[in-house]
């Protein structure tokens, strides 16, 4: 710790966004450029607090040394700093822009004072190892002669082959799409995750040995058979893609689509991608109801927005969130709080309407017109169960006229039909795939991780998912592994 007194004396600052006029014009990132000094003053604030929550299982679950490494920053050894980094977290240029940071949450300056800003310096230590080439191919010196299979190429997929290919084992990653990063490729849009992190470091991983074949439908045009025939173990990270779905009245007109039937394409338009017309969704000069108030919801309404919609509706069921902890929500908990993303910060206004329930969608010749809805409040807890009775308002029910809805209300489970059901893989009482604490599923040699087992999560547990799967693996093939345990799985 280089400054004493940096917490008391320098205030959080973070990298200001592109004003909203020239964003929603293009697919970049919203950030602006941060000079370097101001994110080693920004580390200077990390306090020596002696019980680092931040690495904490309520923190990170990579176990991040986050403490040193702001130090490092703070001391100008950015090359010191990466390399602890790296030690932790396969892929900071990732997280670094996408992660919610809980991290931050569990600050224990955050209890005061505004949290150190570690996400921002994560991916400035990640942008300075690719720039001053301290990230260079690092095949491994030997093979083992193990094959590994693993099915997705998400973080999770990604994590466990970057790991198991260190370990020398030669790692062949099935992807069904055209191109190779799941949801980082194309769930998350352009302008909070440019493409051309996720390829640079795709390519990086390519050029140590990792053989990437994306077209490759696992249980469809690549037959399992042939998966576990050609290879000494499989990992499954095919993340959790069954999307909840809205059963209400007038569901069944066209022009309602799930939030991942829309954000995808968008994405390959930015590829350069022609989208035919029978099947293109677009917002444009559209009035978009958007279902859902999380990630994925913000995220379509920053692409609707860049698309050029007429107008934009978000509804919410749940309560707005206060803009300070509850006393039921104490630190070093993930800070259930009010957040307004760079999407809520261009459409100018209180586009989100909470306590909304949708009761059905009416409309002409096949097609969406209105949504009826209404207010709801939620009762007292049940003293039994201790879940809150749905109320409607009287008197509130409304209607709004929309041309296309976006059903972004998260994801239930896996999807069964295909690959898990041919394995004939257990699931837990989620419809998650089941496993044990060594990642192993009910079948001898196949692998889980991500969201496939855990359920719908962050970016930092799929990475972490990923990492255990593989040390499970390494021990599977060679009887030991000197792989890196994650602490909080």
């Known amino acids: ?145 193990k094959k590994v299979a693993i099915v997705g190429s998400g973080p999770a997929g990604l994590a466990a082959a970057d790991q198991l290919n260190q370990a020398g084992h030669t790692v062949t990653v099935y992807e069904k799409a055209d191109r190779i990063g799941g949801l980082l490729m194309y769930g998350i849009p352009h302008f909070k995750l440019e493409k051309r992190i996720v390829k640079r470091r795709v390519d990086l991983m390519e050029a140590e040995g990792v053989v990437f074949r994306p077209n490759s439908h696992v249980g469809d045009n690549v037959p399992i058979s ?89 509804f919410e069921l749940l309560d707005e969130p206060p803009p300070k902890r509850k006393p039921d929500n104490p630190w070093p908990q993930w800070p259930a709080t009010l957040r307004i993303s760079s999407s809520h910060e261009e459409a100018k206004g209180q586009v989100t309407q909470y306590n909304i329930l949708t009761k059905k969608f009416t409309g002409g010749n096949g097609q969406v017109k209105q949504v009826h809805a209404v207010k709801v409040q939620f009762g007292d807890p049940d003293p039994e169960t201790g879940r809150r009775p749905l109320e409607e308002v009287p008197g509130s029910e409304f209607i709004l006229d929309v041309d296309l809805v976006l059903l972004a209300m998260g994801f239930v489970h896996p999807v069964h039909e295909g690959l898990v059901k041919e394995l004939g893989l257990g699931l837990d009482g989620r419809g998650n795939v089941s496993c044990n604490d060594k990642k192993m599923t009910t079948v001898d040699g196949v692998f889980v991780a991500g969201d496939m087992t855990r359920g719908q999560s962050l970016v930092v547990w799929a990475i972490a998912e990923g990492r255990e799967a593989a040390r499970s693996v390494d021990e599977y093939l060679m009887g030991y592994t000197f792989l890196p345990h994650s602490e909080f799985l």
């Open 226 to 314: 042939e998966l576990r025939g050609q290879h000494d173990a499989v990992i499954l990270c095919c993340g959790s893609e069954k999307p909840r779905d809205l059963p209400v009245p007038g569901r069944e007109l066209n022009g309602i689509h799930f939030a991942m039937e829309f954000l995808p394409q968008q994405n390959k338009r930015n590829e350069g991608d022609s989208i035919p017309e029978n099947i293109s969704l677009t917002a444009k000069d559209k009035n978009v109801l958007i279902i859902g108030g999380g990630d994925t919801g913000s995220d379509c309404l920053g692409t609707s927005l860049r698309q050029g919609a007429r107008k934009v509706y978000q």
């Open 1 to 145: 710790m280089g400054a004493v007194k940096g917490f008391m004396e320098i205030p959080r600052e973070t990298p200001l966004s592109r004003p909203v006029s020239d964003r929603l014009k293009d697919q970049q990132e919203v950030y602006q450029p941060f000079p370097l000094e101001k994110y080693q003053q920004q580390g200077a604030r990390c306090m020596d607090c002696g019980v680092p929550f931040c690495q904490s299982n309520t923190g990170c679950p990579l176990g991040n040394a986050i403490p040193d490494w702001n130090d490092m920053v703070y001391r100008n050894k950015w090359e010191e700093a990466l390399s602890l980094l790296l030690n932790t977290n396969n892929f900071p240029e990732f997280t670094g822009r996408i992660c919610p940071a809980p991290c931050e949450g569990a600050c224990v300056l955050g209890i005061t004072e505004p949290a150190v800003t570690i996400r921002n310096i994560e991916e400035v230590i990640a942008e300075k190892g690719f720039e001053n080439g301290w990230m260079q191919p690092n095949p491994p010196k030997k093979r083992t002669g």
